[in-house]
């Protein structure tokens, strides 16, 4: 198990930005898949962005396509999640999750979440 802790959210006005961070505490952080889902009030969990352990392949859900960018550095091993031009419809707790694959970060580890809300 991977122990995830997120950093980052707030209360931000539609139109600016915000970068989430996360910190994990596995000694082999370049072989773990890293993502970011969120979850809005009476909504399911939903993937916003992700990359491979090299980072050399990211998914980014068309709702937030060009507008956020997830990065990692293996030598402090963390993940951040680039957020500009937020729009009210971004508002959520946001998670940090880590797996094998990307196609299986739902069922890997999974940080406490952090809020993001985004008046208009």
């Known amino acids: 198990q991977v122990q995830l802790v997120e950093s980052g959210g707030g209360l931000v006005q539609a139109g600016g930005s915000l970068r989430l961070s996360c910190t994990a505490s596995?000694?082999?952080?370049?072989?773990?898949?890293m993502g970011w889902f969120r979850q809005a009030p009476g909504k399911g969990r939903e993937f916003v962005a992700a990359?491979?352990?090299?980072?050399?392949?990211?998914v980014y859900a068309d709702s937030v396509k060009g507008r956020f960018t997830i990065s990692r550095d293996n030598a402090k091993n963390t993940v951040d999640l680039q957020m500009n031009s937020l729009k009210p419809e971004d508002t959520a707790v946001y998670y940090c999750?880590?797996?094998?694959?990307?196609?299986?970060?739902?069922?890997?580890?999974w940080g406490q979440g952090t809020q993001v809300t985004v008046s208009s």
């Open positions: 999750a880590a797996g094998r694959y990307i196609a299986t970060l739902a069922q890997g580890s």
């Open positions: 990359l491979s352990g090299s980072g050399g392949n990211t």
């Open positions: 596995a000694r082999t952080f370049s072989s773990y898949a």
